[in-house]
């Protein structure tokens, strides 16, 4: 069940730390196309405005660079948080981001619909954990 009251979320928090590195990119929408046949390597596209998004893991990043990438960012550690928070919850992101922000670590968030995944500079993973376990 989701949990939604903030202290149980955050006593929960439980977070996970993935070893790939992962990229964030912006893609041409004709690429998307071929992109689909490296689907196991995205986890999130993205559409914005200013054009699409993807973020991906590292071994699509000497596929993908053919493919005419506007920008590259990376790479970024991916860390779980594995509580099933609600997504009506208010004030997860407060905490966490000020968790992360007091020890100047930066921090792009995805919400998926039973977990949210943060992604953080990976040089800096495990002090992002550290401060993640410290907040729960």
Known sequence: MPVSNLSEILKNLDPK????????ATVNQDALFTLANYMQYIVCVFRENEGMTIVFYEPLKSIVEPYSLKQVAGPFAKLTLNVNSDMMSVGLFSKVTGALAAKEIVVNAFSGYFHDH???PFEKKDAALEALRKLS
Not at 17 to 24: G, V
């Open 17 to 24: 730390l993935d070893s790939q590195k992962y990229y964030f």
């Open 118 to 120: 943060l992604f953080v």
